[in-house]
C-alpha cells in the first residue's frame, strides 16, 4: 500500500506562438536552427490518483463519463479500442506496486488545438511519478510523454506541447542534434494579456491526421514542404526575437506570415469555420489570427489592439463562437499528495 492517501496533479495547457510542426523529430534535424516559441495558459488539465490496498484499478474520465474497473494492471486492454487508452498505457509503464483509482479532467473543449491531451500527459507523469518514487529527468519526462503518446495516436508526436505543461510560461525551445533545449523567458504578462483573445471555432480538430500528412510529405522529399518549412522556421526565428525584446507591434504581421505559410503548407490546417472566423475578427479590429496547434478546427488565438479587444471578443460572441477565459500563466506542473 502507498504511503500516500490521494495525489492530485495539473498542469496547464498552451498556445503556439511560432514553430509548430518543426518540432516533429526528425524533421527539425533537416532544417538547421529550429526554434518553437510557446505560452502556458491557465486552461488546465487535472489528475487525481488514490491508491487501494488491492491490485484493483479503476479508472474514469470526468470529460467523457466513461468509467472503466480491471482487477489488476495487466488485465486493462491495449490498443486504441476503448476511450481511456493514454490511462491505460501510463499504468502498464509505471507498474504501482498497488492497485488504484485514476481520474481525470480536462478544462479545454475537446480538439481546441491547445495541447490538452499533452497537458494530460504530463499530469499522469507527475501523479504517477509521486505514487511510485520513480523521479525522471526532464528530457526522460519528455521523452517518455512523446512515447506514450505517440503508442496511442499511432503516428509522430512533436515536442513542445510538454514544456509549458511542465513549467508554464513562455517557452523558447530550441531544437537541436542533441533533442530539444528549452529556454524560459520572463515577460510583462499584464502587457500580453491586454491583445490577448482565445476563441474556440466550435469544430474539433485532428493534430495526429494532419501532423501525419505533412511529416510523410516531408520525409517523401516533396520541394514544397520543405519550402514551406523554412518559411515557418524564419517566422519562429522572428517570434523568438519579438518575445526577447517585447516587440508586441511585430506579433501582427509574425502571425499573418505564420499563418500564410501554414495554409500554403496544407490547406487542411484552415476550415470554413476558421475562415468565417477570421473574416469577423479582423473586421472587428483584431491585428491577425494565430491557429493553436495542427489547425483544420479547435482555438484560435487573436492579437488585438488593446481599445479593440472588447469589441472584437463581443462580436465573435455574436457569430457564435465561444470566447475562453484564458491568460497566460506561468504555473506549471504541481503535485500535491497527502
Known amino acids: 500500500m502507498s504511503q500516500f492517501k490521494r495525489i492530485e496533479a495539473r498542469s496547464p495547457t498552451r498556445v503556439d506562438l511560432a514553430g509548430g510542426t518543426l518540432d516533429l523529430w526528425p524533421l527539425y534535424l533537416f532544417h538547421k536552427d529550429c526554434v518553437t516559441v510557446n505560452l502556458a495558459i491557465d486552461i488546465m488539465t487535472h489528475v487525481t490518483l488514490i491508491p487501494r490496498s488491492d491490485s484493483k484499478i479503476v479508472l474514469y474520465s470526468k470529460d467523457t463519463k466513461k468509467r472503466l474497473e480491471y482487477s489488476d494492471v495487466s488485465q486493462v486492454p491495449e490498443g486504441a479500442g476503448h476511450d481511456l487508452h493514454l490511462l491505460r498505457v501510463h499504468a502498464e509503464f509505471w507498474r504501482p506496486h498497488c492497485g488504484f483509482e485514476l481520474e481525470t479532467k480536462s478544462e479545454s473543449p475537446v480538439g481546441a488545438g491547445i495541447a490538452a491531451s499533452s497537458s494530460l500527459n504530463i499530469a499522469l507523469c507527475g501523479a504517477f511519478s509521486k505514487l511510485t518514487g520513480r523521479n525522471l529527468t526532464v528530457e526522460e519526462t519528455v521523452t517518455l510523454a512523446g512515447n506514450l503518446e505517440a503508442r496511442v495516436i499511432q503516428t509522430p508526436t512533436g515536442c513542445q506541447d510538454y514544456f509549458p505543461a511542465l513549467f508554464g510560461g ?26 490577448f483573445v482565445l476563441i474556440y471555432s466550435g469544430r474539433p480538430h485532428h493534430s495526429g491526421l494532419n501532423n501525419w500528412q505533412i511529416f510523410k510529405d516531408h520525409i517523401d522529399g516533396r520541394a514544397h514542404v520543405s519550402e514551406c518549412f523554412e518559411r515557418l522556421k524564419v517566422v519562429s526565428a522572428k517570434m523568438w526575437d519579438a518575445c526577447q525584446n517585447r516587440k508586441w507591434a511585430d506579433f501582427g504581421k509574425l502571425f499573418d506570415d505564420e499563418f500564410q505559410a501554414r495554409v500554403a503548407l496544407s490547406p487542411v490546417f484552415s476550415s470554413p469555420e476558421i475562415e468565417r472566423l477570421r473574416n469577423v ?22 492579437w488585438c489592439p488593446p481599445e479593440r479587444r472588447q469589441t472584437v471578443e463581443s462580436e465573435c460572441q455574436k457569430q457564435g463562437f465561444q470566447v475562453l477565459r484564458a491568460q497566460p500563466t506561468r504555473v506549471g506542473l504541481e503535485v500535491i499528495a497527502n
Open 281 to 302: 475578427s479582423l473586421k472587428a479590429g483584431a491585428e491577425a489570427l494565430k491557429i493553436c496547434g495542427a489547425g483544420g478546427g479547435g482555438c484560435v488565438f487573436l
Open 170 to 195: 513562455l517557452n523558447l525551445i530550441e531544437l537541436t542534434p542533441l533533442g530539444p533545449r528549452r529556454q524560459g523567458l520572463d515577460i510583462d504578462f499584464e502587457e500580453f494579456k491586454k491583445h
